[in-house]
């Protein structure tokens, strides 16, 4: 009678600590799939590399929040691609304009450096938290991480550091637009 001895399991809380409504995911579906065949409309006899990772990447987004539609649980890794796909991005974004400035583009590239950067702090950190923890403040934030190591303890302040350094960029960026 060992079976009749053992505790139940408990309920699982999953394995992405934070959900998207169904209504925000059908919106995200929707947009993402008319984004990925206008820029296939749009970028048609004229493809390049680029291009081609730029429509893959939407088509897989699209993807991923139809897989999380039909099942959360099930395809728990579909959001994490998501925003692994957004913290990506910035990252290009960064190194593109760090280390091949648009030349003949909207103006110098500083301004635009700044802006994936800031981008970056805001959206791409907690995108790849949630890419790494299923949970947008790291993994100190959900009920079920259990003990936390040194790893954790350390970068528990990542994210209200990279708000207020978000912040203060912007008011020096601010006040050297006005100096200038």
């Given amino acids: 009678m060992p079976a009749a001895e053992r505790r139940p399991a408990a309920p699982r809380a ?25 820029f296939g409309t749009l970028f048609m006899g004229h493809w390049t590399w680029a291009r081609e990772v730029l429509c893959a990447a939407m088509a897989l987004t699209t993807g991923c929040f139809l897989l999380t539609l039909l099942d959360a649980e099930r395809y728990w890794w579909a959001l994490r691609v998501v925003a692994g796909l957004v913290a990506g991005g910035y990252v290009v974004a960064i190194l593109r304009l760090t ?4 030349a003949g583009g909207l103006g110098t590239p500083a301004p635009l450096l700044f802006l994936a950067t800031a981008g970056f702090m805001v959206c791409g950190v907690p995108a790849l938290s949630f890419m790494f923890w299923g949970h947008t403040r790291g993994r100190l934030a959900r009920d079920d991480a ?35």
Avoid: D, K
């Fill in 14 to 38: 999953g394995r992405n600590a934070q959900r998207l409504g169904r209504g925000p995911l059908w919106l995200l579906s929707t947009a993402s799939l008319v984004t990925a065949l206008g």
């Fill in 99 to 102: 280390f091949f400035p648009t």
């Fill in 146 to 180: 259990g003990e936390a190591g040194a790893f954790e303890r350390r970068t528990a302040g990542l994210m209200p550091a990279l708000a207020w350094g978000t912040w203060i960029a912007v008011g020096v960026y601010l006040l050297h637009l006005l100096v200038q």
